[in-house]
């Protein structure tokens, strides 16, 4: 057995019962914590580079971490935390993507938004969420 296998056998047994997982807490970590790192090699401040090596040690202690149902809360908490902001993202880039054909108005009624075809004039639209017709001009 070479040192590559006799290393590898010894970091999985040194696994087993541990988180170990690279979920998006971890990556979320990680993108902050370079992001942070090349703040502070273009602007040199200790304290940018202090608080990135802060939350890489994070990371890792996520990783090795034995407590796998509070690390899974924990990725949970953050998930819940990230989604509204992703969701409000995904939209933002699909109507600039379809902003040549369609319209994006928001009901009066429950204020959800509602995807109409562009250049029809004056239409009568019925809200999918709550059934109220309203008008407007795309």
Request: with cysteine; charged share 30%; net charge positive.
């Amino acid at each position: 057995m070479n040192w590559k296998e006799k290393l590898d056998r010894n970091m999985r047994k040194f696994l087993v019962g541990r988180y170990g997982v690279m979920d998006q807490l971890n990556r979320g970590l990680l993108l902050i914590s370079v992001g942070l790192i090349f703040l502070s090699i273009i602007f040199p401040q200790r304290f940018l580079t202090t608080i990135a090596l802060l939350i890489l040690a994070v990371s890792y202690y996520r990783i090795f971490s034995k407590k796998i149902s509070r690390r899974y809360k924990e990725n949970q908490r953050y998930l819940d935390f990230i989604r509204p902001v992703q969701r409000f993202y995904h939209l933002q880039m699909k109507k600039i993507k379809e902003r040549k054909e369609y319209r994006y108005v928001k009901c009066p009624e429950c204020h959800k938004t509602t995807r109409v075809p562009k250049n029809r004039g004056k239409i009568v639209i019925t809200c999918p969420n709550c059934h109220h017709k309203f008008e407007k001009t795309t």
